[in-house]
């Protein structure tokens, strides 16, 4: 007989919790589905299947604990009634000793034993009777479990037509619906982790081919039932918005990516210029990018204290900072924010002081103020430097 406890790798002291929780780690584990043309892991899946059905149910669990450890049972026993007979031996001879001689004695005839064998017979018809009614209804408990699986089984397979046809909710919907008024059924649970990871792969897939359309249409479903990793989803969901040109919708998944890291220089960056470049929301892009300025703000007075002007390096600097607040200075020119933006140069020419744009935009900001001889020599360095554009704005000027 196999043992049942050694194949799911618990002691016989198990708990129903703990039976259950084994059985689903080696369901999970040697499932066909997850082992394709693999017999051993087929076999495997079985005996677990088997064991579990047996010891997660109170009546087999009896009856198989009573079977598989008859032996330390029956050697219990038999000390036990040693010990009894001695304990009435011991007594017969202490009564014989000192009971009067006229004390009566019995003798065993022949018919005890035919009361005693009838006895034993009748325990051992009864026994039979009972071993028979209890393995009948085994049997036919058994059968009834087959059919139920086999059903569910069928059950599974039409929501995976459903997935097939492109009903992704209706499928996904129904499997949790089965899930949930059965959940111990293995067979709904894999198939609805298979029906959710299906979508992201397929995401994926597509992704992969540029074809950002139905990457799109596959990532929406999977970002809306998978557990977890959804900023990675959401990543990619952005990535094909912008692809495609949803812009307005690019932007509200930056800003709900935004909401879960709301100190991320990147995606302050990136909500501030999607705003400029294809939405013309110059005040939500400041907006953006004033978060940035106090972003860097913070950090650099963590590190460096209040001082940190005087104490920072900038080349320990990321270019974020530099491109937030090159950018930011852009935007306030285009605002006619003079006044914000000078500053917001010179920061950007102090923390990248080899980068032409920085010089570029300030001369901009010069020549908008009429400070043409600044401006020319910022164009000078922004041409050396090797920025561009800067021969039209020479020729505008520095006539």
């Given at each position: 007989m196999q043992d049942y406890y050694h194949i799911l790798g618990l002691p016989q002291t198990a708990t129903s919790a703990q039976i259950r929780a084994?059985?689903?780690r080696?369901?999970?584990?040697?499932h066909p589905d997850r082992n394709p043309n693999n017999p051993i892991a087929e076999e495997v899946f079985k005996q677990v299947n088997e064991a579990y059905h047996v010891l997660s149910d109170p009546v087999k669990k009896s009856r198989y604990d009573s079977r598989f450890y008859t032996y330390e049972t029956q050697s219990a026993t038999h000390a036990a009634e040693e010990y009894a007979r001695e304990m009435r031996r011991r007594q017969y001879h202490a009564r014989r000793q000192y009971a009067p001689k006229t004390e009566k004695t019995y003798t065993i005839t022949g018919s005890y034993f035919k009361v005693q064998g009838l006895a034993f017979l009748v325990f051992i018809v009864l026994s039979g009777i009972s071993f028979g009614i209890v393995h009948l209804a085994s049997?036919?408990?058994?059968?009834?479990?087959a059919r139920i699986h086999h059903e569910n089984v069928l059950k599974a397979r039409e929501v995976t037509a459903l997935f097939g046809a492109g009903k992704i909710d209706e499928a996904i919907g129904k499997i949790g619906l089965l899930t949930k008024n059965a959940p111990m059924e293995f067979v709904f649970r894999d198939t609805r982790d298979s029906l959710i990871e299906e979508t992201g792969r397929m995401g994926e897939l597509n992704?992969?081919?540029r074809d950002y359309e139905r990457a799109l249409y596959y990532f929406q479903y999977y970002k809306k039932y998978q557990e977890r990793?959804?900023?990675?989803?959401?990543?990619r969901?952005?990535?094909?918005?912008?692809?495609?040109?949803?812009?307005?919708?690019?932007?509200q998944s930056l800003k709900q990516l935004h909401s879960e890291n709301p100190w991320s220089l990147e995606l302050i960056y990136r909500i501030a210029t999607l705003n400029l470049n294809h939405l013309n929301n110059k005040q939500e892009a400041m907006f953006y990018l004033d978060l940035g300025e106090k972003a860097f703000r913070n950090n650099m007075t963590d590190i460096y204290g209040e001082a940190f002007m005087v104490m920072l390096d900038p080349k320990d600097i990321p270019d974020r900072y530099y491109e937030i607040f090159l950018l930011k200075a852009d935007t306030e020119i285009s605002l006619n924010d003079f006044t914000e933006a000078a500053p917001d140069l010179e920061l950007a020419i102090y923390l990248r002081p080899n980068r032409g744009e920085g010089y570029r935009s300030r001369a901009v900001l010069n020549g908008l103020q009429r400070k043409y001889r600044s401006a020319c020599a910022d164009l000078r360095k922004a041409k050396d430097l090797g920025a561009t554009g800067i021969e039209e704005l020479q020729a505008k000027y520095c006539q």
């Open positions: 084994a059985f689903k080696l369901a999970m584990q040697y049997f036919f408990f058994d059968r009834y479990e992704f992969s081919k990793g959804q900023s990675e989803t959401l990543e969901i952005y990535v094909c918005q912008y692809n495609l040109g949803q812009y307005t919708d690019a932007l």
